[in-house]
């Protein structure tokens, strides 16, 4: 059974860090291409950033510069480090992993962002 366990959302101050973290389970993970979305209230969810199996890394243009996803192999595990961080980013975000026609994903964890 696959899982994946999104953990680090929090209420913070625009400007401050966050970093998320999804643990993954029951999968083959390093061949999976990981990403992180959101989903902000009354609208769809959003690709955010993803990385590759080759840890090729891609972001929407909104969070370049601030975000940074990375993968840890050995701990099955992804992270989104998200710095300066903006009311706007505030959000419920998830962890996808895809491999050709698997599409699996986390819970989510909110993210709030707010003075």
């Known amino acids: 059974q696959v899982q994946l366990v999104e953990s680090g959302g929090g209420l913070v101050q625009p400007g401050e860090s966050l970093r998320l973290s999804c643990a993954a389970s029951?999968?083959?993970?390093?061949?999976?291409?990981m990403g992180w979305y959101r989903q902000a209230p009354g609208k769809q969810r959003e690709l955010v950033a993803t990385?590759?199996?080759?840890?090729?890394?891609d972001y929407v243009d909104s969070v370049k510069g601030r975000f940074t996803i990375s993968r840890d192999n050995a701990k099955n595990a992804v992270y989104l480090q998200m710095n300066s961080l903006k009311p706007e980013d505030t959000a419920v975000y998830y962890c996808?992993?895809?491999?050709?026609?698997?599409?699996?994903w986390g819970q989510g964890t909110q993210v709030t962002v707010s003075s």
């Open positions: 996808n992993a895809v491999f050709l026609h698997l599409n699996y």
């Open positions: 029951g999968l083959h993970f390093s061949i999976y291409r």
């Open positions: 990385i590759t199996r080759d840890d090729s890394a």
